[in-house]
């Protein structure tokens, strides 16, 4: 083969790992603000979306535009990107994979009192501690302790909407319940 040949087959090669990997469109810069740049939230309040599944943050960004999700937010900056961008915003996010959630300070005896309402209750949908999902539940393992509290509120105060078959999940626990197990996702690794 000659040289230049193989000086392009090589450029090309490498390349294509580089045009492979998803960046964030230019009109959702503004999400680093809150969700930091790879998705890995340092503001209070603010959920990380590294990580989490396409489909969950395309849904979701579109309950933000449609107001089925209420978001405490004015202005949501998910809400004015076009369908182009959004669905960019959303592949970028969710290949965030490697990023680290931050450990947070959670309460050991709340976590060890909610492993069996989390295997009884929690477990058929957020899989392997919210690692893994089934039924579209999005990964919560990690997630920002102070923000599942506040959607636990709102799921129950009915200013979320619930999913198929989590008010089942939920019904009956107490409110102790539901904080604990609130620190057992927010505690995995
Ligand atoms: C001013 C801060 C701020 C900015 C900017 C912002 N967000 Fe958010 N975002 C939040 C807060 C706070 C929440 C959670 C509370 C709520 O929804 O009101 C949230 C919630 C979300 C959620 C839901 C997460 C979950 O687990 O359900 C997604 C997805 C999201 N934002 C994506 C984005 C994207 C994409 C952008 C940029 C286009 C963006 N956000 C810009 C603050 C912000
Ligand atoms: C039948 C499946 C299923 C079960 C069981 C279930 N969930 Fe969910 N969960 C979901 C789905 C689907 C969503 C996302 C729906 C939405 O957008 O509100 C969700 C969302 C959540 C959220 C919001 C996450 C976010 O990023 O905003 C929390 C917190 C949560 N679930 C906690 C729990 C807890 C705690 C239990 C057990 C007591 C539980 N879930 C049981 C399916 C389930």
Do not use: W
């Not at 309950?63 to 970028?92: G, M």
């Amino acid at each position: 083969m000659d040289l230049r040949l193989i000086l392009v087959s090589l450029a090309l090669f490498t390349a294509a790992p580089a045009s492979a990997a998803p960046t964030l469109p230019a009109a959702a810069a503004a999400c680093a603000e809150c969700h930091g740049s790879n998705g890995v939230a340092a503001t209070p309040g603010t959920p990380h979306i590294n990580g989490q599944l396409q489909t969950y943050l395309t849904d979701t960004m579109e309950a933000f535009k449609s107001a089925s999700r209420p978001t405490e937010v004015a202005q949501h900056t998910s809400i004015a990107l076009t369908e182009k961008d959004l669905a960019a915003t959303a592949k970028f996010y969710a290949a965030q994979k490697k990023a680290q959630r931050p450990a947070q300070v959670t309460d050991p005896t709340r976590v060890s009192a909610a492993t069996k309402v989390y295997q009884q209750r929690c477990e058929k949908c957020h899989v392997d501690s919210g690692r893994d999902s089934d039924h579209d539940a999005p990964l919560i393992a990690g997630q920002a302790l102070d923000y599942l509290l506040q959607q636990t509120s709102a799921y129950i105060s009915g200013k979320r909407k619930f999913p198929f078959m989590m008010d089942d999940a939920y019904r009956g626990l107490s409110q102790e319940d539901l904080l604990s197990v609130s620190h057992y996702f927010a505690a995995q690794r």
